[in-house]
C-alpha cells in the first residue's frame, strides 16, 4: 500500500496539472510542489501511526508529478530543439541516479539508525532542493502562460489520435516491464541455483546506474539520428535483456537486468521529446498525458505480475512482460509503417 498507492495517486493526479501548467509559470508550480512535499516527507518521519504514514505518502504522490511532469515541458522549454534529446537525458539520469541512491541511502540509514531517520534525512534533502531550485534555476525565454484553455478538449483530442495513442502506449508498457522485472528478478536470484542474500540484492541494484550513464548519450544521440530509431532500438534490447534473465547464469541475469535498465532509460529519454516536437504548440499538456501514461504502467508493474508470479514464477512474468511489451509497441510500429 506505502509503494502502489503512492504511485496510484501519481497516476490520477498528474492530469490535474495540466490546466495548473497553462496557467502558472513552471518553475513556481515546482517550486510549489517541492515545498510540500519536503512537508509530507517530514510528516513520514515524525509520525508512528500507520495511516498517518499513508496518508502522506498519498500526498507525495500529489505533490511529485508537480516536479516530474512539469519539469520535462521545463526542460523543452530551455534546451534549444537541436539539444533537446540531450536535455531530457540528463533529466533521466538525475532520475536514474536518484533512484539508486534513495535505495542505497534507505537500506543504509534504516540499517544504521531507524526507517524514521531515513525519511528525515530524504526531507533534509528535498528542503536543500527547494532553495537550489529557488535560487539556481533560469527563467525559461519561451515560457508562455496560457489562460482560459479548455485543456480537457486538449487531452480527449491527443487520446482520439491515433498516432499519440499509439506513442503514449509505449511508456506504459516499458515502465511496467521495467518494474516487473527490476522486483521479480530479485526474488528470482534469492531460489535455487543462485539463492542471493538481502545484501547482496540490494547490490544488485547499482545497475540502475547504467541509467544515468546512458541516457545523456543516448538523448543527444537521438538528436542526431533520429527519436523513432532509438525507441524501436530499446524496445528490442529490452524483450533481449528479458531473455536473459530467464537463464540460470548468475552473469546472465545481470547482463540481462542491464539491457533492461539501458533501454527503459533510452525509450524514457526521447520518447517525451519525440512527443514534443508532434504537439509542439502544448508541450505542457502532452508532457503530463505522458507522464500519466508513465505512472500507470508503474502502478500496474507493481500489482499485476505480483498476481502472475503466484502461479507461474519468475519465467511466468518474464514471458508476460515480452508480450505485453509486443502488443504494446505494435500499433505505433504499424502506424510508422504505413508512413512509408
Known amino acids: 500500500m506505502l509503494l502502489s498507492g503512492m504511485l496510484f495517486v501519481m497516476m490520477v493526479s498528474t492530469p490535474f ?53 512539469i519539469m520535462l515541458s521545463y526542460v523543452q522549454e530551455i534546451y534549444p530543439k537541436s539539444y533537446r534529446g540531450l536535455g531530457l537525458g540528463i533529466y533521466m539520469a538525475a532520475t536514474g541516479f536518484g533512484a539508486v541512491i534513495g ?36 527563467k525559461p ?8 484553455i479548455a485543456t480537457k478538449n486538449d487531452i480527449l483530442l491527443y487520446l482520439s489520435n491515433p498516432k ?37 540484492l540490494g547490490n544488485v541494484f547499482l545497475v540502475l546506474l547504467l541509467g544515468v550513464i546512458v541516457s545523456p548519450l543516448v538523448g543527444r544521440y537521438s538528436d542526431i539520428i533520429g527519436r523513432v530509431k532509438i525507441m524501436f532500438f530499446g524496445i528490442s534490447i529490452l524483450i533481449f535483456g528479458i531473455f536473459l534473465t530467464l537463464t540460470q547464469s ?30 509542439s504548440n502544448n508541450k505542457s499538456t502532452i508532457s503530463i498525458l505522458y507522464q500519466s501514461f508513465f505512472y500507470l504502467g508503474g502502478c ?5 505480475p505480483s498476481i502472475v508470479w503466484e502461479y507461474y ?28
Open 164 to 200: 499519440i495513442l499509439s506513442i503514449l502506449f509505449i511508456p506504459t508498457v516499458v515502465f511496467f516491464s521495467f518494474m516487473a522485472i527490476s522486483t521479480f528478478a530479485t526474488y528470482h536470484l534469492a531460489q535455487e541455483p543462485f539463492n542471493l542474500n538481502t545484501r547482496e
Open 17 to 69: 496539472y495540466a490546466p495548473i501548467s497553462n496557467r502558472f509559470a513552471h518553475k513556481n508550480i515546482m517550486l510549489f510542489s517541492l515545498f510540500f512535499l519536503f512537508l509530507s516527507v517530514f510528516l513520514s518521519s515524525v509520525t508512528t501511526n500507520f495511516y498517518i504514514l499513508l496518508f502522506s505518502r498519498f500526498l507525495q504522490g500529489m505533490f511529485l508529478p508537480g516536479i516530474t511532469a
Open 300 to 304: 500496474l508493474g507493481t500489482f499485476i
Open 250 to 279: 548468475f552473469t546472465l541475469v545481470i547482463i540481462g537486468m542491464g539491457f533492461v535498465t539501458i533501454a527503459m532509460f533510452s525509450v524514457q529519454s526521447v520518447a517525451p521529446a519525440y512527443l514534443g516536437e508532434i504537439v
Open 103 to 138: 535505495r542505497l541511502l534507505a537500506g543504509w540509514i534504516t540499517f544504521l539508525y531507524s526507517w524514521k531517520m531515513a525519511f528525515l534525512s530524504f526531507a533534509v534533502l528535498l528542503f536543500i532542493a527547494f532553495i537550489a531550485m529557488l535560487f539556481t534555476l533560469p
Open 313 to 340: 514464477e519468475y519465467s511466468g512474468v518474464a514471458i508476460f512482460c515480452i508480450i505485453l511489451l509486443l502488443l504494446g509497441s505494435s500499433p505505433f510500429a504499424y502506424l510508422k509503417f504505413k508512413e512509408k
Open 141 to 148: 525565454e519561451r515560457n508562455i502562460i496560457k489562460k482560459n
